[in-house]
Structures are given as structure tokens and as C-alpha cells.
């Protein structure tokens, strides 16, 4: 079912509207090639210079980073932040910067290709068309404003190739492990209807001889608990010397001081930061407290909102923390609460009144292409099926147990009662096109070809199951992107990576 049900992948890709992509071409990949050129000095009379542009800056496992993937990079680093209106840091600590990033990627490509994870161009292709169709635009307006913004085409397919990478391997290393419980779902659900019946401001009465009686107390909160850091992180070299170790302290000590003698966390961050999220102000994001570090919780157990940790250290360096915000958990006792924060476009709205919606009923049958299963192959063995179904009226439910590649096999590719929008593209296409009982010809999708059997269609009022699915879906996305992160850094730890650029800045500054 997972082959189909990819509602998770489809909302993420919403994010990369058609009006930001000058901003998210700074992480699309390098044209492929770029690191295979740095090894033959080009033999011209500008031999030295681009000998510099083809320096090895870094080494990840067996692939190298070279100087001029890096500057290429950097210029669209500085196109982004010109763009949203931000200063960018100095030119050494914005290459550092987005050096880590590239190595993150360069770790992610690897783990893609060692899972066998492969992204075709129909899927590139498939992704590009529903981004602008979800942005009422064509593919061919998407390519326009690209252009208009001087960013190749190849670049955002790089971009959305990379996109599609990750979900899979989230999808293959985190998501297969993580369970929303209906009890977590109904916990969100009590909070939030908590805040919005003590969430009206009160107001105050005229001035009368007896003061108005109090207010009753706010229902107690029951959300799991969830806080939002930034950080600002003084990364420390593998086998650093003492005097290095006692000379990177020292940088923290500096900058935790502009930090509290009123300088922005967000500004000291982007300038000075070492880690990969710093010209995001060092903002680590919102999660659950089970998902961020044992020693991230202990350094701001007792850290008011909004206010600044001390130094922590850690096996990656030195870190100054910043607690954004803290929500759900049971509130401290307070002789008067405040107002809980007004409700974000992130929140899940509960729904006002019934919500009908047009469901259908189907079954399926999935052959993935492979080297083996080519599409024509495919194809032809659906053919087959099908004529097997329709004249010679075998069940449609054993067979898919005997040939679909899908998740759903066991229960004869039974997908049970489908909403609009839950299936891709092409499939509800040709689902919506088939009358009760009828079997569909054989139909592509990102996913492999398709046999579809439509057993049913109703008209069921959904308003409490999509306020339950939203609230599913966000708390499955929060827990997701921690457990995916704690990956990448096992990952990180058990690599081998030189950063050459690292060396040399330290080297300057000593």
C-alpha cells in the first residue's frame, strides 16, 4: 500500500512552490561530472587558476568535494539570502557553512546508493508535474520562471532527484519503524481543544466597587511535549590538539558574551556558527523532547523560553543554546496563566460542520520496473493478468496475491476506501475513470504498472477522520525528521571525512 498511499511525499514537495525556487536552487545538486574533473590540471595558459578552482576541499569516504563545487554553491547561498534580504556572513565562515551541507549530501547519495535506491526520470518528471499542477501552473510557466531567475533546468532536477532520494531513504531507514498511536493522536487533540477554550482574551470590566470574580483555570495541557532550539556550535576538529581545544572554548566563551551583552542569536549564528542549519539563524527545529540529545535537554532543563544556555560541550564541539519555545506537557503552577500562543497555519484547524467526501473502494496489482521487469515486460504480463481476470474470470484478489510487488498482496491488493488525493496522479486518474467491477488496462506510474479494480463508491462525511489524519500526519513528520537526523549523524560518525578547508581556516587562525 505504501507504493500508492504516498500522501507524506506529496505534502512535503508542496513546500517547493513555484515562487521560492530561487531560494531552493541552493540546495539542488551539482551537475553530475564536477568532482571527476579535479584530478587532470588542465593544460592552458590559465593553468593556475583553474588548478585553485579544481582544489580537493574535502573528502567524503571514497568522493571528493572540489573548490569549484563549493564556489558554485556559495553564489547561490549568496543569490538565496539577497533574495529573502539577509546579510550573508564573511565569505570563510559562509564556505564552511556550506561545505557541511555538501558533505551531508555527499554521506546522504552514498547511503542512497548502497540501499539500492534508484530515481528514475519518470519520477523526476511525475514530482516536477504535480509541484505545479498544486501550484496551478504547467510545467512549461515552472521552466519560465526558472529561467527568469537564472537558474538552470538541470539544477531543479537535481534538486527534486535529491528530494526524492531522501523521502526513499527515510522512507527505508526511519519511517518503516515509526507508530502514530491512536492515544497520541487524541492527547494532540485534547490540547489543543484545552487552548482554544481558554484561548479568547477576557474583557476587562468597567471599574465597579467589587472586583470581577477570577477566572476559572485553564484545562491542563496534555500534548507530549515538544521544544524548539537554535544553536550556535564552535566545531571541534577530530584529534584537536589541547591548545586548539582550549583556543575553540575560548571563541564560544566570546560568543556566548555578544550573545548576552544584547547581540542577535540569530545574527552571532549566521556569522559564526559552524553548524550545517547557521544561515537559518541556527535553528534546529520543533520536535518531541524524546527526539532531541540526553545532553541537549540536560543543558536547557532549566532555561527559561527564549533565553540562552552555557556552553555545552560535545564529541562535534561547543554549543550555545537557545530554547525558541516550549508547548504541551503539563504547565508549571502559576498564579496566573498567560494566554496560550495563537493558533499557526502549522496547527490542525478542527473542521466547522460535515465534510463529505467521495471515496472508492479498489484493489491493485503493482509490477515494479526493474532490469529484469521491463516497462514492456510489465505491460504485456498485465495484459495477461487482466485477460485472465475479465474472460476467464479468475479472482482479481488471488491473483494479486500470487503477482503484485505491492505491500498489499497478502490481502489480495486490497486498498480499502481510497479519499481523493491519496493515491498519485495517474492511478486516481484511471481509478476515477472505471465504473464499479471494471478492471482497468494496464496504467504507469512512479511506482511500477498498475491493474486497478474498482469495488465500490460512497459518500462518507470525514470531518473527524481528516482533522485525525492531519493530526497523524504531523506528529509522524516531527518524530520522522528527529529519527532521521540521529541516522545521518550515525552515519556521519562511521564515515571517513577530511575537510580540507576546515584544516587550512584553522591553520589560519593560528
Given amino acids: 500500500m505504501q507504493a500508492v498511499k504516498t500522501y507524506r511525499f506529496w505534502v512535503a514537495l508542496i513546500g517547493f512552490c513555484i515562487s521560492a525556487t530561487a531560494g531552493m ?5 551539482p551537475a553530475p561530472g564536477g568532482a ?8 592552458t595558459a590559465a593553468a593556475g587558476v583553474e588548478r585553485e578552482a579544481d582544489t580537493i576541499v574535502a573528502v567524503v569516504n571514497k568522493e571528493v568535494i572540489t573548490r569549484r563545487e563549493l564556489d558554485a554553491r556559495v553564489r547561490l547561498a549568496k543569490r538565496d539570502m539577497a533574495g529573502q534580504r539577509m546579510q550573508p556572513p564573511p565569505d570563510n565562515v ?16 552514498q547511503e542512497g546508493r548502497r540501499l539500492n535506491i534508484q530515481i528514475t526520470p519518470a519520477m523526476i518528471n511525475s514530482a516536477i508535474e504535480t509541484i505545479a499542477k498544486r501550484n496551478n501552473a ?8 526558472l529561467q527568469a531567475s537564472g537558474i538552470p533546468w538541470s539544477d531543479y532536477e537535481n534538486l527534486i532527484r535529491r528530494e526524492l532520494l531522501l523521502e526513499r531513504l527515510r522512507q527505508t531507514v526511519v519511517d518503516r519503524t515509526i507508530l502514530i498511536t491512536d492515544g497520541e493522536v487524541d492527547a494532540f487533540l485534547r490540547e489543543q481543544k484545552a487552548r482554544e477554550a481558554g484561548g479568547l482574551p477576557s474583557v476587562r470590566p468597567t471599574p465597579a466597587p467589587a472586583p470581577p470574580p477570577p477566572p476559572p483555570p485553564k484545562p491542563q495541557a496534555v500534548q507530549p ?8 556550535l564552535v566545531r571541534v576538529p577530530e584529534g584537536a590538539s589541547a591548545e586548539e581545544v582550549a583556543a575553540l572554548r575560548k571563541k564560544a566563551q566570546d560568543l556566548l558574551a555578544r550573545v548576552r551583552k544584547g547581540e542577535s542569536f540569530e545574527s552571532v549564528a549566521k556569522a559564526s556558527s ?34 540562552i544556555s552555557n556552553i ?6 561547543f554549543h550555545i543554546l537557545k530554547v525558541v519555545g516550549r508547548a504541551g506537557g503539563a504547565p508549571p503552577p502559576q498564579a496566573q496563566p498567560a494566554p496560550p500562543p495563537p493558533p499557526t497555519s502549522a496547527d490542525p484547524q478542527l473542521p466547522k460542520g460535515p465534510m463529505p467526501v467521495e471515496q472508492t473502494q479498489a484493489r491493485h496489482i503493482l509490477l515494479k520496473s526493474s532490469t529484469v521487469m521491463t516497462d514492456d515486460v510489465a505491460r504485456q504480463r498485465l495484459l495477461g493478468i487482466r485477460q485472465r481476470i475479465v474472460q476467464g474470470g479468475e479472482s482479481f484478489g488471488d491473483l494479486a496475491r500470487r503477482f503484485s510487488n505491492d505491500t498489499s498482496a497478502p490481502q489480495g491488493g486490497d486498498l480499502g476506501w481510497l479519499n481523493p488525493g491519496e493515491t498519485v496522479p495517474p492511478f486516481e486518474k484511471a481509478m476515477n475513470a472505471l465504473k464499479i467491477g471494471e478492471v482497468s488496462e494496464p496504467v504507469k506510474s512512479p511506482f511500477g504498472w498498475h491493474l486497478i479494480l474498482v469495488e465500490g463508491r460512497r459518500t462518507q462525511d470525514m470531518a473527524d477522520q481528516y482533522l485525525r489524519n492531519q493530526v497523524r500526519q504531523r506528529l509522524f513528520i516531527q518524530r520522522s525528521d528527529a529519527e532521521f537526523e540521529a541516522w545521518l549523524q550515525r552515519v556521519r560518525n562511521l564515515s571517513f571525512i577530511d575537510n580540507r578547508l576546515e584544516k587550512t581556516e584553522r591553520l589560519n587562525r593560528n
Fill in 312 to 317: 555545552l560541550q560535545s564529541p562535534n564541539g
Fill in 25 to 29: 536552487s541552493v540546495y539542488a545538486q
Fill in 36 to 43: 571527476a574533473r579535479q584530478t587532470t590540471p588542465p593544460k
Fill in 138 to 145: 504547467t510545467v512549461a510557466q515552472v521552466r519560465q520562471q
Fill in 274 to 307: 559552524d553548524g550545517p542549519e547557521a544561515s537559518l539563524g541556527g535553528d534546529l527545529g520543533v520536535r518531541p523532547l524524546n527526539g532531541w540529545p540526553d545532553l541537549f535537554l540536560k543543558a536547557v532543563a532549566n532555561v527559561p523560553d527564549g533565553r
Fill in 94 to 109: 559562509l564556505e564552511l557553512q556550506v561545505l557541511q551541507r555538501l558533505i551531508t549530501e555527499k554521506l546522504e547519495l
Fill in 225 to 232: 511535549a515538544i521544544m524548539g532550539i537554535a544553536q550556535i
